[in-house]
């Protein structure tokens, strides 16, 4: 069982900066693959990134290639989504998941999910 609980969202200007974390119960931390998605107002849960246990492996969504960047502690047990350049389209729900094996943008292939955090872009 994993339970996990995203911080570190609110709300920031366009071309801002904002850095995700989400932590991790549990003592086998990593050997999770973790995700992040994000659910727009009106729209379905889409990927944004993901790493695999070691985090020698990580995945992005095109939409946030070259602005946000994923990593983890396995020392923390804690996985962040550093977010750069954020655009008013940014704007969702994140959310953070894990699964036991390597997954990577399907999210039904996730087995645990945390409540989610804001991310507003505005001016």
């Known amino acids: 069982q994993l339970q996990l609980v995203e911080s570190g969202g609110g709300l920031v200007q366009p071309g801002g900066s904002l850095r995700l974390s989400c932590a991790a119960s549990g003592r086998t931390f990593s050997s999770y693959s973790m995700g992040w998605f994000r659910q727009a107002p009106g729209k379905e849960r889409a990927f944004v990134a993901a790493i695999s246990g070691t985090g020698s492996a990580t995945y992005h969504a095109d939409s946030v290639k070259g602005r946000f960047t994923i990593s983890r502690d396995n020392a923390k047990n804690t996985v962040y989504l550093q977010m750069n350049s954020l655009k008013p389209d940014d704007t969702a729900v994140y959310y953070c998941?894990?699964?036991?094996?390597?997954?990577?943008?399907?999210?039904?292939?996730?087995?645990?999910w945390g409540q989610g955090t804001q991310v507003t872009v505005s001016s």
């Open positions: 998941a894990a699964a036991r094996r390597l997954v990577v943008a399907n999210a039904r292939e996730y087995e645990y």
